[in-house]
């Protein structure tokens, strides 16, 4: 298809254990973002990619949280040691460049860590 | 801190009433505004949207209001249809901000048969 794709769908994994997501963009598209939803609220900003800029990681919680993107291809968001509070859906979307260019989402990935 | 706030977390309307879906946003320097609907197990999916220096605009069947003197944005859907049942969020953009979207908490909208 030609939309944004996620995997894993879902991802269960016990306390303290890495996980690694990964994001596949819309082809074209030079911005990436992700982004994590917690159960019955809103989205929260984690990181973004634009071209070959430096990332903005202003919205990573902690160290624990790192992302890569490759070019304008995929990118994998790597949680390190991971919590109960990390559960969440992660969701990644990807854009053309501008600022008020439509950010377009992927299904998500649903974590959860026991 | 600056954030983006919803009103009314569930909205039961009938089907082929119009639904108003209300937006509080508190960042005086946010200058573009975005609808998102987001089904159940799905990701957003984009509405419709609005620069600051428009006070409405319209789509098809859905129409977004921004009152920049109180800070308040709305989502009208025209007569309502089963299919509209889902998680309505605001997003604003903040000047300065660079790309990233501080979204609301969302609103439910439930159709009722």
């Known amino acids: 298809g030609a939309g944004v794709s996620q995997s894993p769908s879902n991802k269960v994994t016990e306390k303290g254990k890495d996980v690694e997501l990964r994001c596949d963009p819309i082809?074209?598209?030079?911005?990436l973002y992700w982004y994590r939803q917690r159960l019955g609220q809103g989205l929260e900003f984690l990181i973004y990619?634009?071209?070959?800029?430096?990332?903005?990681k202003s919205g990573l919680p902690s160290d624990r949280f790192s992302a890569e993107r490759t070019g304008e291809s995929v990118s994998t968001l790597t949680i390190q040691r991971t919590q109960q509070e990390d559960s969440a859906v992660y969701l990644c979307?990807?854009?053309?460049?501008?600022?008020?260019?439509?950010?377009?989402f992927g299904p998500g990935t649903r974590l959860l860590v026991l | 801190g600056e954030s983006v706030g919803l009103h009314l977390p569930t909205l039961s309307v009938q089907e082929g009433d119009n639904s108003i879906i209300n937006c509080a946003y508190s960042?005086?320097?946010?200058?573009?505004f975005i609808w998102y609907k987001q089904e159940s197990g799905k990701g957003p999916q984009f509405i419709i949207d609005?620069?600051?220096?428009?006070d409405k605009r319209q789509g098809q069947r859905v129409t977004v209001l921004l009152n920049k003197t109180v800070k308040h944005l709305s989502l009208q859907i025209a007569a309502t249809q089963p299919g509209d049942s889902a998680v309505y969020f605001c997003?604003?953009?903040?000047?300065?901000?660079?790309?990233?979207?501080?979204f609301g908490t969302g609103t439910q909208l439930k159709v009722e048969l």
């Open positions: 979307a990807s854009s053309f460049g501008g600022r008020r260019e439509t950010q377009y």
């Open positions: 082809s074209g598209h030079t911005a």
């Open positions: 990619f634009q071209g070959n800029s430096a990332p903005d």
């Open positions: 960042n005086s320097a946010s200058d573009y």
């Open positions: 609005i620069r600051s220096n428009m």
């Open positions: 997003a604003e953009n903040l000047t300065g901000g660079g790309n990233k979207l501080t």
